[in-house]
């Protein structure tokens, strides 16, 4: 029976993941507290995975409870630990001199600061699609692929891509349940240059898109709907949570049911 096998947010944006367990959906249809933060330069830029590869370099923990982050930054012996509300000049202090210009933290607890801001609810992936996916690269294991990939939910006992029944045509959406919890499919992930490098040390995969490209579209279900692939360098799927599941959580072992959609 398809499940819901892990629970994962970015409290800060292109920073560490944490798994968390339950996870309440805001007002946005986004999870609480993922992306809730995001490091931007005197521009207002975002300093990201995108713009940024020296980020993958720094390991970061969170206590969501507490509101803190633990931030080990390179070379260093000890991590520093921030208060994500109280501290947060101090932290952006700490990595401005690590990027080696002026950063700032900006806030959104609304809605956080996701890729696609017309779908900010969870991205959605299978257990089952980051290990095959994996297998495609012979230097990258099944446990580094999440991390690559940073889909906010992963889906259990269901064959890799299964989750590309979610979308349907670009007029069309899909509906889904996640325990009691009402999803919409919309569109399969444009992934960016992230995949492409090693989560720890941000080094590139030699050609990377391309095999990936190559083997997406080779192992793509007969049943999927391939209008949506303008080009085959995505993976997971987009959605939109309606109003009506505001306050609601999202549970481990939380039963996976699509009601609109492929069969």
């Not at 509300?85 to 607890?109: I, Y």
């Not at 992963?154 to 670009?170: G, K, M, T």
């Not at 080094?203 to 999927?224: E, G, M």
Request: contains cysteine; charged residues 20%; proline residues 8%.
């Amino acid at each position: 029976m398809p499940h819901l096998a892990k629970i994962i947010i970015y409290p800060i944006k292109s920073l560490d993941g944490v798994e968390v367990t339950p996870a309440k959906i805001l007002s946005s249809g986004a999870l609480e507290c993922d992306r809730e933060f995001a490091i931007v330069d005197e521009q207002g830029k975002f300093v990201n995975g995108k713009r940024h590869a020296k980020i993958h370099l720094l390991r970061s923990q969170f206590n969501i409870a507490n509101r803190t982050i633990s931030l080990q930054i390179p070379d260093q012996d000890l991590p520093r630990v921030f208060h994500l509300d109280d501290e947060r000049q101090k932290l952006a202090a700490t990595l401005s001199k690590f990027f080696g210009f002026p950063v700032s933290l900006v806030q959104n607890p609304v809605m956080g600061f996701p890729d696609d801001t017309d779908s900010p609810g969870p991205t959605v992936i299978s257990t089952a699609t980051l290990a095959e996916v994996a297998s495609w690269f012979p230097d990258v294991s099944v446990e580094q692929m999440p991390r690559r990939v940073r889909a906010n939910i992963e889906i259990d006992d269901v064959p890799p891509f299964w989750e590309d029944q979610l979308f349907a045509q670009s007029d069309q959406l899909v509906s889904f349940k996640v325990g009691d919890v009402l999803f919409y499919g919309v569109n399969p992930c444009q992934r960016c240059i992230v995949p492409t490098r090693h989560p720890e040390s941000g080094a590139a995969y030699p050609n990377f898109q391309k095999i990936f490209v190559q083997q997406r579209q080779a192992s793509l279900p007969k049943w999927a709907n391939s209008s949506r692939f303008n080009h085959f360098y995505r993976l997971s799927v987009n959605t939109r949570l309606p109003l009506s599941e505001v306050g609601k959580l999202l549970n481990i072992a939380d039963e996976v049911k699509i009601l609109s959609g492929h069969n």
